[in-house]
């Protein structure tokens, strides 16, 4: 897991979650940043599948055009990351627990947490279903997607070929 | 975070859910009851797999929620006696272990305690 992070995100963080469409089992937080600092966490599962990608906003609401364009410039060419696949999600402070709350409620009045979410959803391809697949061998921080059939055993990324 | 204002109380509370998110039901269905009871307020159900409720919830999502054109569920949402509508919490896509420990969070927040004796008061 990516060291813990130190600013509001650190009330946003969910140190795991579980697999809603793949295996139920429990996903664990990738972070993502860029040279500014973090910018998200891809939960992904045993499996390997991404579950679900969640994108930071701090106190301004995230740009869905951009963080479009980030997923798009980072997934595979074949893959289409659609709009309506992008969902926003504001946390007050209160359902984030007493250190969040205070926060939030701080000096100056802090304003909410907002997030972006991304889940791309399996699809049919057959008799079996495609499922994104991320690759973590890009750099600190980086992420590359793609997808794969959930029966296939060992899968490459078409980025670097690695195989895992 | 949500404010308090003297003059105003909390007069109901709506969520927006869909029978087959398992955020929704029973978790948050059972959680955003449990809120009414302990606020003495009644609890609106908006379906959006109900044409008419479909309308309501998307009317209340783009004014006061987190609005997204195939927005996230449960939503909800806290009417004040002066009209005044706060969104309150949104599921969390991170997982419904996740989304029921924001429920504990929040039943436990100064922010409802401090709602919740208000009323008594």
Known sequence: MSPSPAGPEKFVLAPFGSCLYHCSGRTRPH????????????YTCPGGTVSTVAFLGGTRRPSPARVRRYLQSRTERSEHVRPRDLRAATRHGPELGPAAERWVAGPGGRQPIHLLYWRRYPRKMGRSYSYLYACFRHGAGEVRFYPAPGSRKVRQCPFCLAKT | MPK????????RLTI??????????PLSEDRVRELGERLGIPVRRLDIDDTA???EADALVKAHGDWSPDYLIPQVFLQWTDGRVDHILTGFPEGVSRTRRAWDELFQSEWVRHLASAREA
């Open chain 1, 31 to 42: 972070a993502i940043a860029n040279a500014r600092g973090p910018i998200g966490w891809v």
């Open chain 2, 4 to 11: 308090t204002f003297p003059d105003s109380q909390p007069s």
């Open chain 2, 16 to 25: 927006v859910l869909a029978d087959w998110c398992p955020h929704c039901v």
């Open chain 2, 53 to 55: 409720e479909e309308r």
